[in-house]
């Protein structure tokens, strides 16, 4: 993609953020009013996500990238959070994985709609990541990958996102975070409305510190100005009941955040 190409691209969804971040004007103070307003924010948007403008050709080789680093194939589960209208779907199928192996989870009901449409054979849940492993029993330890594509910096607690995604791994399973436009650019969204992006993108030593005593260690980590994908890989031992209550033991990101000397600066 040109540099021009590219920066109109980022300025036509810079444009449609603060659009609907002005429609649905609220101030969130806790996860479920948070998450009020992500649904409405994204239902808002829901028909541009589902056009031909919100991929644009010259995106589909970094979303290839972001498909290839689950490293799933065939018979492989993969939960993608923050599914929207579907954007990876037709990346897992080139991999192999069957869209019956595919599960999207969103807060936004609308673009669910747009994406079990597109994808009929595929299960779609509308809710929040946080609360599967313990609303959800069939997820715990069932999936290959657990995947975050263009929503991490949108959610309320990441690290609490993370602890989830590590209970529904199976063992040698990967959680993906990643962004087809970069970090830089999740910056540019949380400065215009910190209400809606209330998060940048993790560093390597913020990672590495929420994987601090839990099954997962950091696989690899990439940061260029144009695509972010960081891998967490789940190691060896149950991936029961240790693992489901991880994010409940835990604590909120903020507890977490407030012992953490790595933890972004942003995160309060």
Known sequence: MSDETLNDHRA???????RLCERTKATPTERLSHNTRQAAVFDEGASFFASADATPADVVPRLEAIAAATQLSKNDRVLDVGVGTGALLQFYEAR??????????DLAENMLAVAAERYPEARFVRGDVVDLPTTTEDFVGKFDAVT?????GN???????????EAMLKSGGRVVVSHPLGAAF??????????????GLPS???LEAWCDGTSLRVASYESTESLYIA???????GAGSRAAGAAA????????????????????
């Open 12 to 18: 036509r969804v810079t444009e449609l953020h603060e």
């Open 96 to 105: 192999g994985v069957r869209q019956s192996d595919i599960t999207g989870v």
């Open 148 to 152: 975050f594509n263009a929503c991490f």
């Open 155 to 165: 959610l309320w607690d990441q690290p609490a996102a993370v602890y989830a995604a």
């Open 186 to 199: 999740v910056d540019e969204l949380h400065d215009k409305d910190p209400t809606v992006v209330p998060h």
């Open 204 to 206: 390597r030593q913020s």
């Open 231 to 237: 891998v967490l890989e789940r190691g060896g031992g």
């Open 249 to 268: 033991r835990r604590g909120s990101a903020r507890e977490r955040a407030a012992r953490d000397p790595a933890a972004d600066a942003r995160r309060d």
